[in-house]
């Protein structure tokens, strides 16, 4: 009786993860867009959610809010500010201070920026709020990218990468925000209900370096072929990268298919005790791929000739990866180029809810619900050196719910995190009935 009762427990542990897995792509798409058509109502609630949960913050609490919550007394109250007004704080942080500083919690974790300021990267707050967001995103574009390409039960072939965290003097863990993300206990599940799961084992993803889990993402690919049904990067770049890095290795990676023993240019034990279990001598995959690449002239419709059932191809395909997009359409021949979503380092701001737009031609709808956005008209910073800081220039934000149609715009950022920043202009193509908006 006993053992009966177990595997019953066992058996509601199994079904409440299975529905944990679930994702409801009409029900994302409907709750995104009745938030956007009531964006303001949202704007305030979540401002309001960021100060109270922050309020006992020392970088607040020296604002004279006082408890306010309102989006009036915090443009009264709290300045424009950019990374560099923020950066004694973060220092602090950094350095060990474990009292709240920018957020009511204190920060454990920091983000590296892709760029870099004065040659160095910045450091930027990272908290469990940030992950939360970056789901949200990555839902609510799969949602509309899911109903104009449905994908089902297959895999990922993506070529991501993380590196390692490190620990700040002051022991705090550091690293990329996708080493964040990806790092996550949550993120595999969450890849896995969005029907994105990797192809390639964790050991690749978090291998130390970079060419050996860039061969094995393009190994495991070929393994599972069949069950391929995109293939992604974060950054266009990486994609170009990849396949470029087949030409010169396609022949190797069909010989380890052929014989079922790795290439003995994989040298991390970790990486090559995990492909070396995937790996089963087979001939006639070999011979299929090694046919179907002398068969192709110049490499163009690579993706597609490699793995017949992709969908389309994704990544960040807009901004500084717009010069990838010819070498890519090349790869990709007549599959569709999907371009992701919006985001600065300091957090994501809006998903392609388009995802039929050439990356060109993309528009971003804002997520009213994951941060505070306020506007810059650029008219108003047109006169001004553009090294100034915000302190130094009079300013007057407009809100997400009061941006024009036909004008553009500098963002700002209040996340969760605590950080307020700029990221790229936009400019504001419709309003019908959200927000879109097109970056430069």
């Not at 050196?385 to 209040?414: H, M, Q, R, W």
Request: net charge neutral.
């Amino acid at each position: 009786m006993r053992a009966q009762t177990t595997r019953g427990k066992r058996r509601v542990v199994k079904n409440m993860l299975e529905k944990v897995e679930e994702f409801n792509m009409e029900k994302v798409i409907q709750e995104f867009e009745t938030l956007t058509k009531d964006a303001g109502r949202v704007q305030r609630e979540t401002l309001k959610r960021i100060l109270e949960d922050n309020a006992s913050a020392e970088y607040l609490q020296n604002l004279g809010l006082n408890g306010r919550t309102d989006p009036e007394s915090f443009k009264a109250c709290v300045p424009l500010v950019t990374h560099k007004e923020l950066e004694p704080y973060i220092h602090r942080i950094i350095d060990g201070d474990t009292s709240s500083i920018l957020t009511g919690k204190p920060i454990t974790t920091m983000s590296l920026s892709s760029g870099t300021t004065q040659g160095k990267p910045k450091y930027l707050p990272w908290n469990d709020e940030l992950f939360e967001t970056t789901m949200q995103i990555y839902q609510t574009s799969f949602a509309y990218r899911n109903r104009e390409f449905p994908i089902k039960n297959g895999k990922a072939l993506s070529f991501i990468y993380s590196s390692k965290q490190f620990k700040t003097k002051g022991g705090v863990a550091a690293g990329t925000a996708t080493t964040n993300v990806f790092r996550n206990s949550r993120y595999k599940r969450e890849m896995k209900a969005l029907q994105s799961q990797c192809c390639s084992p964790d050991e690749v993803i978090f291998g130390p370096d970079f060419f050996q889990s860039l061969y094995c993402h393009l190994l495991c690919g070929l393994i599972f072929h069949e069950e391929v049904q995109l293939v992604s990067s974060v950054f266009a770049h990486s994609i170009v990268h990849a396949f470029r890095t087949f030409e010169q290795v396609w022949e190797e990676l069909c010989t380890d298919i052929k014989q079922g023993v790795l290439s003995s240019r994989i040298t991390v034990p970790s990486i090559r005790a995990v492909m070396s279990k995937l790996l089963k001598p087979n001939p006639e995959l070999a011979n299929l791929i090694h046919a179907k690449c002398v068969g192709l002239s110049n490499w163009y419709g690579l993706i597609p000739e490699l793995f017949p059932n992709a969908k389309y191809v994704y990544g960040i395909m807009t901004g500084s990866m717009e010069p990838y997009l010819k070498k890519m359409r090349h790869y990709a021949g007549e599959l569709p180029l999907l371009t992701a979503d919006y985001g600065s380092s300091e957090g994501w701001i809006a998903a392609n809810v388009n995802p039929r737009l050439a990356p060109e031609f993309a528009t971003y709808a804002v997520l009213p619900q994951i941060g505070y956005f306020e506007f810059i008209p650029l008219t108003q910073l047109e006169n001004n050196d553009a090294s100034s800081s915000f302190l130094s220039i009079d300013l007057n934000p407009v809100g997400l719910s009061e941006v024009k149609v036909g004008e553009e715009y500098e963002i700002v950022i209040t996340n969760p995190a605590g950080t307020l920043t700029t990221a790229s202009t936009l400019f504001l193509l419709n309003f019908l009935p959200i927000p879109l908006m097109k970056t430069h």
